[in-house]
């Protein structure tokens, strides 16, 4: 006989407790979340929030990190380096903009300050507006604009403006120094032309700037009949004045005479660098990629023998 399996009684069902719904006017109490008894130690609650404040305030004031540049190499003119001229129209803005396509390219932050710029009554564009154009720093700034197109401190006078004082513009150049690799300072005129005044009310002149920063000093000169002597003079100024000076030719003419060539060759010793004539004209993107071949390395640039420049130019 089979044997039936004994029946299993079902489960009781247990009803849901029943929502408990206040009644009107009566607040319900707040739920309670337990917390740790020890609590964080203060040390590191500090460390976190100073941690914190530190990386907004640094995104804050550069949303954009720049990289780092590279260390220098022997001989690199690094800091604040002048810019002069054996006369005006030798061509101290191309240099300079040459100077800074080069550096530049190498990784290094770049500052153009030109002290004072004068002849800005016809509306041309400025030094300031070619370098932007041709090299475009990471800096460039104007400290002072005169109408007529004269000496800084005669263009003050006939204007009626403040004139540059000496160590307004010390102040600037070493503000900028502080926020780049290197900072280009250029001259109006030649080396001695009257600049502004100091404190005393005495005239300055560009060399009285290069002997208060001691910086090194670029001598822009010419390559046709004439330079050999106002080079030397240049030199000799800076010389007397304990000044390091290196030479650059502003505009190497396209077919070259023997009395360019004669010149190269008296100003060897102190050269470093020569652009050809007509650098100016070239377009940015050109001109940024050809500045180092017209550069030695002192200069970031890559021309390391007049030998073989010669060839190539002639």
């Known amino acids: 006989m089979t044997t ?11 009803p849901p407790e ?3 719904v206040p009644e009107p006017g ?6 309670t979340v337990p917390v740790p008894d020890e609590p964080v130690p203060s040390e ?5 929030g100073d941690e914190i404040e530190a990386e907004l305030s640094a995104q804050a004031a550069d949303p954009v990190a720049q990289p780092a540049a590279r260390p220098a190499e022997a001989g ?10 054996t006369d005006t129209d ?3 803005t191309i240099v300079t903009s040459a100077i800074v396509a080069a550096a530049q390219a190498a990784g290094l932050r770049v500052a153009v300050i030109k002290p004072g710029q004068t002849g800005t009554a016809d509306g041309a564009p400025t030094d300031i507006d070619l370098i932007n154009r041709l090299a475009g720093p990471a800096t460039a700034r104007t400290l002072a604009s005169y109408p007529d197109p004269l000496a800084p401190l005669a263009a003050a006078k006939v204007a009626h403006l403040a004139p540059l004082e000496l160590y307004e513009v010390v102040d600037a150049v070493r503000a900028e120094a502080e926020k780049h690799d290197l900072v280009l300072v250029e001259g109006a005129g030649g080396l001695l032309v009257p600049m502004g005044v100091r404190p005393s009310g005495d005239p300055w002149t560009f060399a009285d700037l290069a002997t208060t920063l ?11 009949l004439g330079t050999l002597n106002h080079t030397a003079l240049t030199l000799e100024a800076l010389g007397r004045r304990g000044v ?5 030719l502003g505009a190497w003419p396209a077919e070259p005479e023997l009395v360019h060539w004669a010149n190269l060759s008296e100003l060897l010793p102190h050269l470093v660098g020569a652009l050809p004539d007509g650098a100016g004209a070239m377009e940015p993107g050109v001109f940024r990629r050809s500045a180092p071949g017209w550069l030695t390395p002192a200069l970031y640039g890559v021309l390391d023998d007049w030998r073989v420049w010669a060839d190539e130019v002639s």
């Open 4 to 14: 039936q399996p004994s029946p299993v009684a079902p489960e009781p069902v247990v």
């Open 18 to 20: 029943p929502v408990t």
């Open 26 to 31: 009566v607040v319900p109490e707040p739920v």
């Open 44 to 48: 590191i609650g500090e460390r976190l």
């Open 76 to 85: 690199e003119w690094r800091g604040v380096v002048l810019v002069t001229g």
């Open 90 to 92: 030798v061509g101290k």
């Open 214 to 224: 001691g910086v090194n000093t670029i001598v822009v000169s010419r390559a046709g």
């Open 244 to 248: 390091q000076a290196g030479v650059i």
